[in-house]
């Protein structure tokens, strides 16, 4: 099966995750064909509604389903809200202030409890409210397969040590990624996701003052966002040809020393990923077609399936 976007098709890769030697249950993309006939269209009215009024919430939601699967797998644990008891992810630091979308995940459990209550799980909502928002925003689609559970757990110290931050360089970046079964190629087009979104200036300011490698006019224009103190909570896109709109220009960007954060254009820093940055800048047709097969494999990291976990009726909380 393929995805179309643009008369463009992007090939898909379905993942079977395998635990001491043996297939776990596999996500199957009519997992819910009976049980919740209409949640894809469920999801999609949301998300479109979403970013319609919000074109930033493209990025977030896909950011949030990213987040969710770098720790732990793609289980719903970055949903989970702390209380007296239990600490969650959310106030990680990769999180804290920064991640957004939650609202919107609230919006569509409500939903689809009304349509099919105690039968989606959270983390399932995620993945596909995640390639929806690209989709809404002029990018690839993908085959978003089904059958996670979410779960009663989360973890704090892991969302801190194993979500990559933006001072990273090439190599730590290659690393994080290998940790998680990703190739350089994968981690190149992934890193395409910062075509949408916006970035906090204290994630930035260190890159725009300091660092060589980087375009005159494009850091004078940036300091005017991002004073050398204060405002840490400023704003400005990741990619500023074209910030509500999924496309190549990131990489375009990368090429002109035009990368936002540090760890944007540490791929584009006469090193080995330097060819595929110019690749991708000069082929969008090729860019999407790894990043969609990126995000399959992305959204199969250590599912909970079969009795795993449970079908959070709450996404804030454990059932």
């Not at 949640?39 to 969710?68: E, N, Q």
């Not at 500023?240 to 990368?254: E, G, M, Q, R």
């Amino acid at each position: 099966m393929a995805a179309i976007n643009g008369g463009f098709k992007v090939a898909m890769v379905v993942v079977i995750i395998f635990v001491g030697g043996t297939a776990n249950a596999q996500l199957s993309s009519n997992f819910y064909s009976s049980s919740c006939p209409n949640l894809f269209t469920i999801i999609k009215t949301a998300v479109d509604s979403a970013v319609a009024s919000d074109p930033r919430m493209g990025a977030s939601l896909l950011r949030l389903h990213f987040h969710d699967c770098f720790v732990g797998g793609c289980d719903g644990s970055v949903l989970l809200d702390d209380t007296a008891n239990f600490t969650g992810e959310k106030t990680a630091r990769p999180n804290a202030n920064s991640l957004r979308g939650f609202d919107v995940i609230d919006t569509i459990k409500a939903s689809v409890e009304r349509s099919c209550p105690g039968v989606v799980s959270c983390a399932d909502i995620l993945a596909v409210a995640g390639r929806d928002g690209v989709v809404a925003l002029r990018g690839p689609s993908w085959r978003v397969t089904l059958g996670r559970r979410d779960s009663t757990t989360a973890s704090l110290s892991a969302a801190n040590s194993q979500i990559p931050a933006p001072t990273l360089n090439l190599s730590a970046l290659i690393t994080s990624f290998s940790n998680k079964g990703f190739n350089t190629r994968e981690l190149v087009a992934l890193s395409g996701s910062h075509s949408i979104g916006q970035a906090r200036c204290t994630t930035f300011r260190t890159r725009i003052y300091t660092e060589t490698n980087i375009n005159a006019a494009f850091a004078t224009a940036a300091r005017g966002q991002c004073p050398q103190s204060g405002g840490d909570n400023n704003l400005s896109p990741l990619d500023n040809l074209s910030p509500n709109v999924f496309n190549n220009d990131y990489f375009t960007n990368l090429v002109g020393l035009r990368g936002l954060l540090h760890s944007d254009q540490q791929l584009f820093n006469n090193v080995s990923t330097d060819a595929q940055v110019r690749a991708y800048a000069a082929n969008s047709a090729s860019f999407f077609n790894d990043f969609a097969s990126a995000m399959v494999k992305m959204s199969n990291l250590a599912p909970l399936t079969g009795t795993s976990g449970q079908i959070r009726t709450n996404c804030r909380r454990v059932n």
